[in-house]
């Protein structure tokens, strides 16, 4: 196999398009052509043509990997099948894989705090469903539990903050309805309940709201 044509590529000066016996075989950045020493007339050893395949293709998973992640952050297992997806090879993903995760860049336990936080301040989430969209997303119970530890070690108490999303989620759902009534029907009541546990709260923590909200509504 011998090199018989290099060129530039117009969009991305710093790639190359190398030619293999007359046909497109692949590209490559600058750095990787001077330091495999590619030049027209170059022979490619089976060998070395495999281990360029290999890197090339690890390189556009890890670009791949790092454009997904930056537009929020994502589990470990939302990258990776994003890669699997993408038919990377199982050697590029664990690669990538362990080079985000060493790099700080992929940390389940992180991702789930911020997302903790974020489902219980901003959609007003419950415990229970925030652990299984969690779970969802591929994170293992014991990163989830250490997240929660994570999540409120400055910003007060896990219990303090599940019982301020249940009633952000009640107000909300009664903004611009008559709460009186609504608190006082027994067929409104039970739907309010079932909204509040469908977001995720236990029936505690629906009650203790529900009975907050009626007794700042009747001025206690």
Same mark, same amino acid.
């Given at each position: 196999?011998?090199?018989?044509?290099?060129?530039?590529?117009?969009? #991305?000066?710093?790639?190359?398009?190398?030619?293999?016996?007359?046909?497109?075989?692949?590209?490559?950045?600058?750095?990787? %052509? %001077?330091?495999?020493?590619?030049?027209?007339? $170059?022979?490619?050893?089976?060998?070395?043509?495999?281990?360029?395949?290999?890197?090339?293709?690890?390189?556009?998973?890890?670009?791949?990997?790092?454009?997904?992640?930056?537009?929020?952050?994502?589990?470990?297992?939302?990258?990776?099948?994003?890669?699997?997806? /993408?038919?990377?090879?199982?050697?590029?993903?664990?690669?990538?894989?362990?080079?985000?995760?060493?790099? /700080?860049?992929?940390?389940?336990?992180?991702?789930?705090?911020?997302?903790?936080?974020?489902?219980?301040?901003?959609? #007003?989430?419950?415990?229970?469903?925030?652990?299984?969209? %969690?779970?969802?997303?591929?994170?293992?119970?014991?990163?989830?539990?250490?997240?929660?530890?994570?999540?409120?070690?400055?910003?007060?108490?896990?219990?303090?903050?599940?019982?301020?999303?249940? $009633?952000?989620?009640?107000?909300?759902?009664?903004?611009?309805?008559?709460?009186?009534?609504?608190?006082?029907?027994?067929?409104?009541?039970?739907?309010?309940?079932?909204?509040?546990?469908?977001?995720?709260?236990?029936?505690?923590?629906?009650? $203790?709201?529900? #009975?907050?909200?009626?007794?700042? %509504?009747?001025?206690?």
């Amino acid at each position: 196999m011998i090199i018989t044509e290099i060129t530039r590529q117009n969009k #991305n000066p710093d790639r190359y398009n190398i030619f293999i016996d007359g046909q497109f075989a692949f590209a490559i950045n600058g750095t990787d %052509l %001077l330091y495999h020493k590619l030049a027209v007339g $170059t022979e490619i050893r089976h060998d070395l043509y495999e281990k360029l395949q290999d890197e090339l293709d690890y390189a556009k998973a890890r670009d791949v990997a790092v454009r997904y992640l930056a537009h929020r952050p994502r589990s470990t297992k939302e990258v990776q099948g994003k890669l699997v997806a /993408g038919q990377y090879s199982e050697a590029s993903i664990q690669r990538v894989l362990k080079l985000l995760t060493d790099g /700080g860049y992929l940390d389940d336990v992180n991702f789930a705090a911020l997302f903790i936080q974020q489902k219980s301040s901003l959609a #007003n989430y419950g415990k229970r469903r925030i652990i299984t969209e %969690l779970f969802q997303k591929g994170v293992a119970k014991e990163d989830i539990m250490a997240a929660y530890g994570r999540a409120f070690a400055e910003d007060g108490t896990e219990a303090e903050t599940e019982q301020a999303a249940a $009633t952000r989620a009640i107000e909300k759902k009664l903004r611009n309805k008559d709460a009186q009534a609504i608190l006082n029907d027994q067929k409104e009541l039970a739907r309010l309940t079932a909204f509040l546990a469908r977001r995720g709260f236990s029936f505690g923590v629906i009650k $203790t709201a529900i #009975n907050e909200q009626q007794a700042r %509504l009747d001025g206690h």
